[in-house]
């Protein structure tokens, strides 16, 4: 079974010709696109990673020869191996969630994501917040999840007593943390890159 770092290399496996014109966040967030619906047009799956189409078949042929995505009639979609891979990854990382009128971090546009397990990589944040800024975004917060709550370390032990927002609430209902995991919240002028800023702040915790 495919996992998150395995996934990566495939991704990220160089080919004859140009660079390519994506990063591996994007080539994540367009596989998780096609893990939440059932089958997707080639040009709304480049609208929602964020990438154009020439980039998108080349994700998508990288996605194909690892036997992940096929083309059919209704569109693109995840196989059987595909669907594995991204039940794998999930065991991980999860699909960035909007946040809608968050004020959690910097950004008209917001996004949450969680990384399973990885409170004990978090430190003061910084690396997570310049990831997100490399891929466009305006910056990104790390909080841990210990004893069901929200903190971030060295500072806040409680941030939903400490800064009131319903938020927390959303993030709890829509990532589902446990003790131990690490939430970031990344925030951007736009939804997409919120969640590519989200994603690859999240990576430098796997």
């Known amino acids: 079974?495919?996992?998150?770092?395995?996934?990566?290399?495939l991704i990220e496996k160089k080919e004859l010709g140009p660079s390519p014109g994506f990063s591996r966040e994007h080539s994540l967030l367009a596989f998780m696109?096609?893990?939440?619906?059932?089958?997707?047009?080639?040009?709304?799956?480049?609208?929602?990673?964020g990438v154009g189409e020439g980039s998108i078949r080349t994700i998508l042929k990288k996605l194909r020869q690892a036997g992940l995505a096929e083309v059919k009639p209704a569109g693109i979609q995840l196989t059987e191996g595909g669907l594995r891979a991204h039940r794998a990854i999930l065991k991980t990382l999860t699909f960035p969630v909007t946040l809608q009128g968050s004020t959690l971090?910097?950004?008209?546009?917001?996004?949450?994501?969680?990384?399973?397990?990885?409170?004990?990589?978090v430190t003061t944040g910084i690396q997570q917040r310049d990831a997100s800024i490399r891929l466009h975004a305006e910056g990104a917060?790390?909080?841990v999840y210990r004893g069901n709550r929200f903190a971030v370390p060295g500072g806040s032990s409680d941030c939903e007593k400490d800064f009131p927002s319903v938020t927390w609430?959303?993030?709890?209902?829509?990532?589902?943390?446990?003790?131990g995991d690490a939430?970031?919240?990344?925030?951007?002028?736009e939804e997409t890159t919120a969640k590519l800023g989200a994603i690859s702040a999240a990576l430098t915790l796997v």
Not at 1 to 9: D, G, H, K, W, Y
Not at 36 to 45: E, F, N, W
Not at 105 to 121: D, E
Not at 183 to 189: D, L, N, P, S
């Open 183 to 189: 939430i970031i919240v990344c925030g951007a002028k």
């Open 33 to 49: 696109l096609l893990a939440k619906s059932k089958a997707v047009g080639r040009q709304t799956l480049a609208a929602g990673a």
């Open 105 to 121: 971090s910097v950004g008209q546009w917001q996004a949450g994501i969680l990384v399973r397990s990885a409170a004990k990589s």
């Open 141 to 143: 917060t790390s909080y």
């Open 1 to 9: 079974m495919i996992e998150l770092a395995e996934f990566l290399r």
């Open 169 to 179: 609430t959303a993030l709890r209902a829509e990532l589902r943390p446990r003790d």
